[in-house]
């Protein structure tokens, strides 16, 4: 009978120690790494959105509704900014929630201290008149209320399209300045 209690005791001790064993080994295969701290905060985004429809106010009036897959917020940057890597839609509206303008781009980006748009890769813009504006870069600058570019300009109106290097606006896009024309070509009403 002694013997049946210390084989007893045995499977018990051996139990013990294999269950700690096991404990200790498995607790130490699930501490976190260590992450070091952030080095360059301002290549980092304060906010990482997708899939973003927003609407834009002025004194509790509707003026903006932009729509976009991706926007990034660089707020350290050393020029803090917001980054739309995948493109952009505005749609811009009058006192009664009329669309007067819409806007469209590849790619964009807003520098928030200077409240500067740069919009790239096929612009096309359409204001209030139905012209559609095409280029490969626009650059709106809100403070100034006006959208300039350095870029080929193309401007499809009812009657001719005109092309040309170079282009200013105001911010309605209904005066505007082409400041190299390569061409007025008229448009055959027949094929519309």
């Not at 809100?142 to 290097?165: A, N």
């Amino acid at each position: 009978m002694i013997s049946n209690v210390r084989f007893s005791y045995i499977k018990v001790f051996i139990l013990f120690f294999s269950t700690l064993f096991a404990i200790v080994a498995c607790s130490n295969e699930d501490k976190p790494e260590k992450i070091g701290a952030i080095a360059d905060r301002s290549a980092m985004p304060r906010l990482h959105e997708t899939e973003i429809t927003t609407i834009i106010s002025d004194s509790g009036i509707t003026r903006y509704r932009m729509t976009t897959p991706r926007w990034d917020i660089y707020d350290k940057a050393s020029q803090p900014h917001w980054e739309f890597p995948k493109g952009i839609y505005f749609e811009q509206f009058d006192k009664n929630l009329k669309i007067i303008t819409n806007i469209q781009s590849q790619h964009a980006r807003y520098y928030e201290n200077e409240k500067l748009w740069d919009l790239r890769g096929k612009v096309k813009m359409t204001n209030v008149q139905g012209q559609l504006f095409e280029t490969e870069q626009l650059l709106w600058n809100q403070v100034q209320e006006r959208f300039y570019s350095d870029s080929l300009i193309k401007i499809t109106e009812p009657t001719r399209i005109i092309k040309g290097i170079g282009f200013e606006s105001n911010q309605a896009m209904t005066h505007y300045t082409i400041r190299k024309i390569q061409g007025i070509f008229p448009v055959d009403e027949k094929k519309k």
